[in-house]
């Protein structure tokens, strides 16, 4: 199947507030513009030379989603054009992303992302060190930021109950910040192996990268 019939495929069966965001990390542009054709705008990268290289080369009205993790000194590179910011798991992370937004006169936007795996190697928030900054007087004072809601990868297992678990506690907490509008509020959560877990658990926001470009190869 080409690039355009995956992507079509999940896009058909897609519910209306979920948005897709094509994980294009590792392939050439050459696929990234087959799905622009089809009609595709949004689209996720991890590292930073690879989003600004990508950036560069492909049409502007792409909505570029930093979905890595995403080092302090290297905010500066994508600061002029980021669309969202996944994976922001620090308070001074959330600093420098406002620093760099208003050097650039923009207001970026955020999701915090929240552990819930098992595992001891995800970034992330935990539900406490969340709701703690959330409520804190330091988030009124980031004027350039916009945190629009929250992201999160579930443990990387073959149990589904288990993902469905992590996915629900991540809905729960979001369901109870007083912060958001229950409207508006993005969750991210949901990848090629979990994706319809994830919308059925409340997700928004799905990244999902080898189901429609095939796997990635890292050695190239
Ligand atoms: C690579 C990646 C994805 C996409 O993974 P697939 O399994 O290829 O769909 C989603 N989210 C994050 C954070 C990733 O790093």
Same mark, same amino acid.
Request: a neutral charge.
């Given at each position: 199947?080409?690039?355009?019939?995956?992507?079509? %495929?999940? +896009?058909? #069966?897609?519910?209306?507030?979920? #948005?897709?965001?094509?994980?294009?990390?590792? +392939?050439?542009?050459?696929?990234?513009?087959?799905?622009?054709?089809?009609?595709?705008?949004?689209?996720? %990268?991890?590292?930073?030379? $690879?989003?600004?290289?990508?950036?560069?080369?492909?049409?502007?009205?792409?909505?570029?989603?930093?979905?890595?993790?995403?080092?302090?000194?290297? !905010?500066?590179?994508?600061?002029?054009?980021?669309?969202?910011?996944?994976?922001?798991?620090?308070?001074?992370?959330?600093?420098?992303?406002?620093?760099?937004?208003?050097?650039?006169?923009?207001? !970026?936007?955020?999701?915090?992302? !929240?552990?819930?795996?098992? %595992? $001891? #190697?995800?970034?992330?928030?935990?539900?406490?060190?969340? $709701?703690?900054?959330?409520?804190?007087?330091?988030?009124?004072?980031?004027?350039?930021?916009?945190?629009?809601?929250?992201?999160?990868?579930?443990?990387? #297992?073959?149990?589904? %109950?288990?993902?469905?678990?992590?996915?629900?506690?991540?809905?729960?907490?979001?369901? +109870?910040?007083?912060?958001?509008?229950?409207?508006?509020? !993005?969750?991210?959560?949901?990848?090629?192996?979990?994706? +319809?877990?994830?919308?059925?658990?409340?997700?928004?926001?799905?990244?999902?990268?080898?189901?429609?470009?095939?796997?990635?190869?890292?050695?190239?």
């Amino acid at each position: 199947m080409s690039v355009k019939e995956n992507l079509l %495929e999940i +896009k058909n #069966t897609l519910p209306s507030n979920v #948005t897709l965001v094509a994980v294009s990390k590792t +392939k050439p542009n050459e696929m990234i513009l087959e799905a622009y054709e089809a009609g595709h705008r949004d689209f996720g %990268e991890n590292y930073v030379q $690879e989003l600004v290289d990508k950036y560069e080369q492909l049409p502007k009205d792409i909505n570029w989603h930093f979905i890595g993790h995403l080092q302090s000194n290297k !905010i500066k590179y994508i600061a002029p054009f980021v669309y969202l910011i996944h994976g922001v798991d620090s308070v001074k992370l959330l600093e420098e992303i406002n620093k760099q937004a208003k050097k650039n006169n923009r207001t !970026i936007n955020c999701l915090l992302q !929240i552990f819930i795996a098992q %595992e $001891e #190697t995800k970034f992330g928030f935990s539900f406490d060190e969340c $709701e703690l900054f959330l409520n804190s007087d330091l988030l009124s004072q980031l004027k350039n930021i916009n945190i629009i809601g929250f992201m999160a990868m579930a443990s990387n #297992t073959e149990n589904v %109950e288990q993902i469905r678990k992590e996915f629900k506690s991540l809905k729960e907490f979001a369901s +109870k910040s007083l912060i958001f509008n229950p409207s508006s509020l !993005i969750l991210s959560f949901g990848m090629s192996s979990d994706y +319809k877990i994830a919308i059925g658990e409340g997700s928004t926001m799905i990244r999902v990268g080898s189901m429609i470009f095939g796997q990635r190869n890292y050695n190239i």
